[in-house]
């Protein structure tokens, strides 16, 4: 905890800031920081909000709770309209240009990123990522590239990609500007001049420790802050409303702690229901 919230809180809060009303957000699967964080701005600065889901491959006036066991089922249940994933991808919107955040697997000082594998031996990799979906599409075009990154590692944050799925600042870009912002556990980034760039660090972070975690050379913004901490009112609606059964964690853990969150999570959902 860094005072009374929690890593995951504190990127809640800060993807919700970057929210402004009206927007069009898009969502992934299995991405609970970012639900969480749409959710938390619907709640407080932006109640106009319209919503893309990967979830039931949908338009939404009025977003889904975060939840698990039947959470695509509340998607399609509230969807306006039913699209599909290629339609989506190439037709819908690339009009509509939703602003989207991603979780890179890797990412270079330049924002572009990978979802693919680690290892440079596409047959035979090191480990296999989730893979791309719809990444190498909607990267090309959108203005509005957001990333998050639960847990900031040299693992993650590296000098050479083994594999490119998501454009940033790159040259081979013809449309869209490449990421704006990235948020990880330890501090906010912008994109000025087309390379990563630390303009806040967490309450309790230093800003040698976000370097040392960094596989390449940060630029420094000149008015670089700490983060402004979650208000009272976005913690209280985040754990009462927005969150209750804290599934906004799962992105943070691994392994045999993550797993016995999401069974505690599971039968609360099942009890509630």
């Not at 639900?35 to 939404?60: D, E, K, N, V």
């Not at 990123?113 to 296999?128: E, K, M, T």
């Not at 040299?154 to 454009?167: A, I, N």
């Amino acid at each position: 905890m860094k005072g009374e919230w929690s890593a995951a809180e504190i990127m809640v809060v800060c993807m919700a800031r970057q929210v402004r009303d009206g927007e069009l957000v898009a969502q992934g699967i299995a991405t609970p920081l970012v639900t969480a964080a749409y959710l938390l701005a619907r709640q407080t600065h932006a109640p106009g909000l319209y919503f893309a889901s990967a979830i039931g491959q949908g338009l939404c006036r009025e977003p889904a709770p975060l939840g698990v066991a039947a959470i695509e089922s509340l998607w399609l249940d509230k969807a306006l309209t039913h699209i599909g994933f290629v339609r989506a991808a190439a037709d819908v919107l690339p009009q509509l240009r939703p602003k989207e955040f991603f979780r890179p697997g890797q990412v270079d000082t330049c924002g572009n990123f990978n979802n693919i594998a680690f290892g440079q031996d596409y047959a035979h990799p090191r480990l296999r990522l989730p893979g791309t979906g719809g990444i190498p599409d909607v990267t090309t075009f959108i203005d509005d590239i957001y990333l998050y990154v639960p847990r900031h590692s040299r693992l993650t944050f590296v000098e050479q990609l083994d594999f490119l799925s998501g454009l940033g600042h790159h040259p081979a870009r013809q449309q869209g500007s490449g990421p704006r912002y990235l948020v990880s556990n330890l501090g906010q980034f912008d994109f000025a001049n087309g390379r990563m760039r630390l303009v806040s660090y967490h309450p309790g972070v230093s800003r040698k420790r976000i370097q040392a975690k960094t596989g390449f050379e940060l630029e420094i913004a000149p008015d670089v802050h700490e983060t402004p901490p979650p208000s009272a009112e976005e913690l209280h609606l985040l754990r009462t409303e927005v969150d209750p059964l804290g599934i906004r964690d799962l992105e943070l853990l691994s392994g045999a702690t993550r797993r016995a969150r999401l069974r505690q999570i599971l039968l609360a959902e099942r009890q509630a229901s």
